[in-house]
């Protein structure tokens, strides 16, 4: 075993290298990491490192002198593994303790690996604590852990602390590559990849994972081996069952999902998987966001491809749909309705936004070409309420123009179309004796005024002012009615405040006859 065998984790062997380059290496050592990262096997080399006798230039084991030798037999005894899962107790560390008194008898250090350190009780880390704060010169101690808080801070404080990180999908396709070729192995690269999905970062279960499906498999191992000998869903399921949720076939949507329960699968598994692939299409959009797709070049592309023909929303909507329903999975009483009814209203997302779109034109078209809806709705509406504070053209009146029409959705582009001229009268600010003749005058002008735009625009400024035109003379002839009706009302306070004025006076003048009589 070598340091560069160690796949992802150079930040590690670089600087166990660079420590034995200086000679700066610490006493104690502590790896902590996922499982299967090489976190022992680090260990296994540095012990093996120490006591060669011929380093190689670079710092790695000779793999020729009697250490070296020794350790590929399993027979140094220079290096002590201790498993603190099964010997977590106080003897077990004072019988580690009581071989540490004694130097090597053939080399220059005494290592000491403990994995699963966490596994320790209480009286054993304490026990061990002594020797590791002072232990003595040949004595080197590496310990291994998945569960770093679990170790007490005070054996945190005495230790160099490396972590592991997991290793990513590309680095473990390359080595299972280099393997292929050392096995004489035929292998698709799109099966690798799975197999270094399905391992989750950890080496040593990639490995694992290709063992047994070569077994399965035989010298020839395909992406149709992997998905049978591990019982997944392929890519080629996905992508149909996206499509017929994106044409909206409800019917080969059930069918096929129909069939994946037959062949053995849960719809847990169904919807995860499909929310999986739902996710790969929303970052294979972008050309920036493709390149975090852990997939075969070739399934990147087709992710590329199907991933033109969903829009954005869908595939958010769709992904929260798929991501309720796996979280309600468990709760579900009828499962298979439960994935039935989710796959459903994917199905149906754009479709309902088409459906809404289309009957809101349709009301529109309504609206503007029934001349019996119109006039009703003019007979309807009531005089006080439909009275604005402000008559201005731009002013969208709800009777005619519906605001979902995609004609009006752009302010922008309809303030070109507007008229320069806009006139303002309102009912609190109009005096009294004020007519409103000159208002009805201007306002005339102002809706029989062509507008100026160019003539690309022309048509759709026509159609804007004979859709306005009649609601806004219906409002000016409500607001001159209501202007008339307050000046009559005025003039009828008038003439009774005078009649009132003259009756007083009667009054007075018939009280003064009265005193005088």
């Known amino acids: 075993m070598r340091f560069d065998e160690v796949v992802g984790q150079d930040h590690v062997t670089n600087t166990l290298k660079n420590a034995l380059r200086t000679d700066h290496l610490g006493h104690s050592f502590l790896f902590c990491g996922p499982r299967g990262v090489g976190k022992t096997t680090s ?39 201790l ?63 998945t569960e770093k808080h679990k170790i007490l801070p005070t054996i945190l404080s005495r230790c160099q602390i490396f972590d592991f990180n997991r290793v990513q999908v590309d680095a473990i396709v390359e080595h299972l590559k280099m393997i292929c070729k050392e096995e004489s192995i035929v292998a698709d690269e799109t099966a690798l990849h799975v197999i270094a999905q399905k391992a989750d970062g950890a080496l040593r279960d990639s490995l694992s994972i290709f063992d047994r499906i070569v077994s399965f498999s035989g010298e020839t191992l395909t992406y149709q081996h992997v998905t049978e000998g591990l019982n997944l869903l392929d890519y080629e ?14 019917n080969k949507t059930l069918l096929l999902y129909d069939q994946i329960l037959k062949n053995g699968f849960d719809g847990d598994q169904v919807m995860l998987g499909l929310g999986e692939h739902i996710r790969n299409l929303l970052v294979a959009k972008e050309p920036e966001t493709a390149e975090l797709l852990e997939v075969a070049p070739e399934v990147r592309q087709r992710f590329i491809t199907q991933s ?48 809404q779109s289309i009957a809101d034109e349709a009301e529109l078209v309504k609206k503007n070409t029934d001349p019996n809806l119109i006039a009703a709705e003019q007979d309807a509406a009531p005089v006080e309420s439909d009275i604005p504070d402000s008559v201005t053209l731009a002013e969208e009146p709800t009777s005619v123009v519906n605001e979902d029409d995609e004609q009006f959705n752009e302010p922008e582009k309809m303030a070109d179309e507007l008229p320069n001229e806009t006139i303002q009268t309102t009912e609190n600010s109009l005096p009294e004796n004020q007519d409103v003749k000159p208002v009805a005058e201007a306002t005339t002008q102002l809706v029989e005024k062509p507008a100026v ?12 002012r004979k859709t306005v035109e009649p609601a806004l003379s219906f409002r000016l002839s409500k607001l001159n009615e209501e202007v008339s009706k307050r000046k009559e009302a005025e003039q009828a306070d008038e003439q009774d405040a005078e009649e009132v004025d003259s009756d007083d006076e009667e009054i007075i003048v018939n009280s003064a006859e009265i005193e005088k009589a």
């Open 237 to 250: 399921t996905y992508f149909e069952l996206t499509e017929h949720l994106l044409y909206q076939d409800r």
């Open 453 to 464: 735009n160019s003539s690309a625009k022309t048509s759709k400024a026509e159609t804007f």
């Open 308 to 355: 033109q023909l969903a829009s954005t929303s869908f595939l958010l909507n769709s992904l929260n749909v798929a991501n309720t329903c796996d979280t309600q999975f468990k709760q579900a009483k009828n499962k298979r309705l439960h994935v039935e009814l989710a796959l459903l209203k994917i199905c149906y997302l754009g479709q309902l936004k088409k459906n």
């Open 43 to 81: 260990a296994r080399i540095l012990a093996k490192v120490l006591n060669c006798e011929n380093r190689t230039e670079d710092f790695e084991p000779c793999n020729s002198c009697s250490s070296c030798t020794a350790f590929n037999q399993n027979q140094s005894f220079n290096i002590y593994e």
């Open 83 to 145: 498993d603190a899962a099964s010997n977590n107790s106080v003897d077990n560390i004072r019988d580690l303790v009581d071989q540490v008194r004694f130097p090597p008898q053939q080399g220059e250090y005494k290592v000491y690996i403990i994995d699963e350190v966490h596994m320790l009780s209480q009286s054993a880390f304490n026990a061990f604590l002594k020797t590791l704060e002072e232990p003595p010169k040949y004595a080197i101690f590496i310990l291994a852990t």
